[in-house]
């Protein structure tokens, strides 16, 4: 039994704009969270902050927030510019909440498809 990966769309749950499309070698998963090539993501919606988070063991990131003129979410994503060692393969990936997380914070929804 093989299990192949699908397109990743993620939408602004608020607007329902979408703020990623990605074809599987675009995007992983990595401690249940999404984490998504920048090519993949519909940046100019997306503005990354000053407002930091340190992780104990994957060093610094920064939150992105979402504006597309009439809706603003915070913290719909994040960014480790410069991981610790071993998490080099995050570096300058946009970091989504998945699944119950996401629906949680209610901030993004991910919805995989074979499209």
Known sequence: MTSERQKLT?????????????SPERYQKVEGNWYVDPAAVKSEFLVTTTHEYRC????????????DGNNRAERVAWIYDDPKPG????????????GE?????????DEQSDA
Do not use: M
């Open 10 to 22: 993620i939408r602004e749950s608020g607007s329902g704009r979408v703020l990623v499309e990605a």
């Open 56 to 67: 104990p063991y994957k060093g610094r990131c920064f939150y992105v927030d979402f504006h």
């Open 87 to 98: 998490w080099e393969h995050i570096r300058g990936q946009y970091g989504f909440y998945a």
């Open 101 to 109: 997380t996401a629906a949680k914070f209610g901030k993004t929804r």
